[in-house]
C-alpha cells in the first residue's frame, strides 16, 4: 500500500533556505523543513507544495515566493509556527515576487488576494490529509 498527501504539484530537487525574519525561542525541526531561532528556513530536498494558488499563473518570479509561503503556512498548519505570522508571511511573499522581477502591480494585486482568499488556509483543519492507494 502506498500512502501519500495529494493536492502538490511541485517538490523541490534541492534544498532552498531563506531567511524569513522570524525569531523563534527554539528551532522547528521537521521532515522537510528547519526554521531556526534566527529566522532561517531550510526547506529540504524532496518538500512539495502547490505552486501559487487559485487563479494565479506559476511564473518564474512567482514559484520561489510561493515555495516560501507555503512552507509558513505548513508551519502554522501544524501549529509550530503561531498563526498571528500569517500577516508576516503573506507580506514576505510579496517581497520575495518583487525581488524575483514581478511587476509591483502584480505582487499587490497577488498579496491583496491572498489576504482576501486564503484566511484559514494556514489554520489546523487545513492540513492536507493522508490517502491511501492499493
Same mark, same amino acid.
Given at each position: 500500500?502506498?500512502?501519500? @498527501?495529494? #493536492?502538490?504539484?511541485?517538490? %523541490? ?5 531563506? !531567511?524569513? #525574519? %522570524? ?10 523543513? /528547519?526554521?531556526?531561532? /534566527? &529566522? !532561517?528556513?531550510? %526547506?529540504?530536498?524532496?518538500?512539495? +507544495? ?13 514559484? @520561489? ?11 502554522? @498548519? ?19 515576487? %518583487?525581488?524575483? &522581477?514581478?511587476? /509591483?502591480?502584480?505582487? +499587490? ?6 489576504? +482576501?482568499?486564503?484566511? &484559514?488556509? !494556514?489554520?489546523?483543519? !487545513? ?8
Amino acid at each position: 500500500m502506498i500512502r501519500y @498527501r495529494s #493536492g502538490y504539484k511541485y517538490q %523541490i530537487s534541492d534544498s532552498y533556505s531563506h !531567511n524569513v #525574519g %522570524i525569531s523563534l525561542a527554539e528551532e522547528v525541526d521537521l521532515d522537510f523543513l /528547519t526554521l531556526d531561532p /534566527t &529566522g !532561517n528556513l531550510v %526547506i529540504k530536498q524532496g518538500y512539495a +507544495w502547490d505552486g501559487p494558488s487559485g487563479p494565479a499563473l506559476d511564473t518564474s518570479t512567482f514559484m @520561489r515566493a510561493s515555495l516560501v509561503h507555503d512552507a509558513l503556512y505548513q508551519l502554522m @498548519r501544524m501549529e509550530r509556527l503561531p498563526d498571528s505570522y500569517r500577516d508576516h508571511a503573506d507580506d514576505l511573499m510579496r517581497k520575495i515576487c %518583487i525581488e524575483a &522581477g514581478m511587476p /509591483t502591480i502584480r505582487a +499587490w494585486y497577488t498579496y491583496h488576494a491572498v489576504r +482576501w482568499f486564503a484566511s &484559514g488556509a !494556514n489554520k489546523p483543519r !487545513n492540513v492536507k490529509p493522508v490517502l491511501s492507494a492499493p
